[in-house]
Structure formats: structure tokens, C-alpha cells
T-cell receptor
Framework: AQSVTQLDSQVPVFEEAPVELRCNYS??????LFWYVQYPNQGLQLLLK??????LVESINGFEAEFNKSQTSFHLRKPSVHISDTAEYFC???????????FGSGTRLQVQP | NAGVTQTPKFRVLKTGQSMTLLCAQD?????MYWYRQDPGMGLRLIHYSVGEGTTAKGEVPDGYNVSRLKKQNFLLGLESAAPSQTSVYFC??????????FGPGTRLLVL
């Protein structure tokens, strides 16, 4: 069975500092990978995804993630965070056998002034 | 274009009661999903559907039933609610692009 692991449950960071949220997936999982963001009391929104092609993918609000096949990782990074980035971030992989996502346990990003 | 909507937003049940959660999407998506979200566990797939009239079990299907009588609707039923089913329930839909679009969630408390 596939699995997605997010190593950090909480990441506190100061505003304008860089941040990295870590995600590793099992080798049996499909290589379709996603990052979703959940703001308080809201549903999940797609942040970025890797399906194929360039291993570096970017979002419109400055986040980026790099697919690393040898390390089975898909870490999320942002060079300078804002207070508004405070949210929970979920890494996910698609199970092509079921077309359903397998989620990591989530990382709560807390941006402090 | 409302996307994915869920009804109700919040519900309190007593143990043993039944209820149905409704998910509706207006994007003409073939695939629909029900997840539950619990603290520290991410989202776990309950049931899913690959098209009208079809359903399949996900990771945690016990205690739930689903129906997809119309393409735009996906219903999640609890026949006899238990406290372990206290959770936030999310519905999602997708097309062939692999991207899933989520509803705002339903908070369920079972006493």
C-alpha cells in the first residue's frame, strides 16, 4: 500500500523567513503528487501539482515544490513567508488504481510577526 | 458556478441516529469522493465513485454507505451513528486532470 509521510506536524516561522515543508512518498505510489492548503474552517485548495515534465513546479503565490525521484520526496518551499500563509498544508499522491488521493497527516505552518 | 457544495454544514447526532450528507457538483465531473478528516491523520478516503450509478470502497468504509444516482450528486449515509464517526467530512470531485476540487466540509458531532 502506498503512503505519504509529512515529517513535521507543526512548523513555526517568522514572517519573511524561508520555509520548507517536507513530504516523502512510498516507492509504490504513482508519481502524481500534490500539495493542498487548508485555511481555518475551510476546505482544501490545490496549491500545486506534479504530473510529469519539469520536476520543479510553482504556485501563483510564491510556493514551489521539487519532485525528487531518487529521494522519493516532494518538499514544499517558499523563500519568504507572509502572515497570510498561516494554514495547514497537505501533501498527497494519487492512486491511479482508484483515482483517489492518499494524504499525508498535514503540516501546520504558523507564521509569526 | 458554485463548484462543490455540501449540506449540511454542521450537525449533531445522538448515537444510533441516522443521517445523510449531500454533496453536489456543477462541473460535470465523472469522479466523486468522500473523505473524513481527523486531527493528526490527514484525510482518509471513505468511498468514491467513478461515474453515475457506480460506487467503491475506500480506506475506511465501515459504517458508511453511499449512492450516486445522479452524476452531480454523491450521498454519504450513516445508518447508525457512533461517536467514532465524529469528524469533518469533505466531498471532492475531479475530471481526468487528476486535480480534485473540495467542498467546504460538514462538521459532524456524534454524542
Amino acid at each position: 500500500a502506498q503512503s505519504v509521510t509529512q515529517l513535521d506536524s507543526q512548523v513555526p516561522v517568522f514572517e519573511e523567513a524561508p520555509v520548507e515543508l517536507r513530504c516523502n512518498y512510498s516507492s509504490s505510489v504513482s508519481v502524481y503528487l500534490f500539495w493542498y492548503v487548508q485555511y481555518p474552517n475551510q476546505g482544501l485548495q490545490l496549491l500545486l501539482k506534479y504530473l510529469s515534465g519539469s520536476t520543479l513546479v510553482e504556485s501563483i503565490n510564491g510556493f514551489e515544490a521539487e519532485f525528487n525521484k531518487s529521494q522519493t520526496s516532494f518538499h514544499l518551499r517558499k523563500p519568504s513567508v507572509h502572515i497570510s500563509d498561516t494554514a495547514e498544508y497537505f501533501c498527497a499522491a494519487v492512486d491511479t488504481g482508484r483515482r483517489a488521493l492518499t494524504f499525508g497527516s498535514g503540516t501546520r505552518l504558523q507564521v509569526q510577526p | 458556478n458554485a463548484g462543490v457544495t455540501q449540506t449540511p454544514k454542521f450537525r449533531v447526532l445522538k448515537t444510533g441516529q441516522s443521517m445523510t450528507l449531500l454533496c453536489a457538483q456543477d462541473m460535470n465531473h465523472e469522479y466523486m469522493y468522500w473523505y473524513r478528516q481527523d486531527p493528526g491523520m490527514g484525510l482518509r478516503l471513505i468511498h468514491y465513485s467513478v461515474g453515475e450509478g457506480t460506487t467503491a470502497k475506500g480506506e475506511v468504509p465501515d459504517g458508511y454507505n453511499v449512492s450516486r444516482l445522479k452524476k452531480q450528486n454523491f450521498l454519504l449515509g450513516l445508518e447508525s451513528a457512533a461517536p467514532s464517526q465524529t469528524s469533518v467530512y469533505f466531498c471532492a470531485s475531479s475530471d481526468d486532470s487528476e486535480t480534485q476540487y473540495f467542498g467546504p466540509g460538514t462538521r459532524l458531532l456524534v454524542l
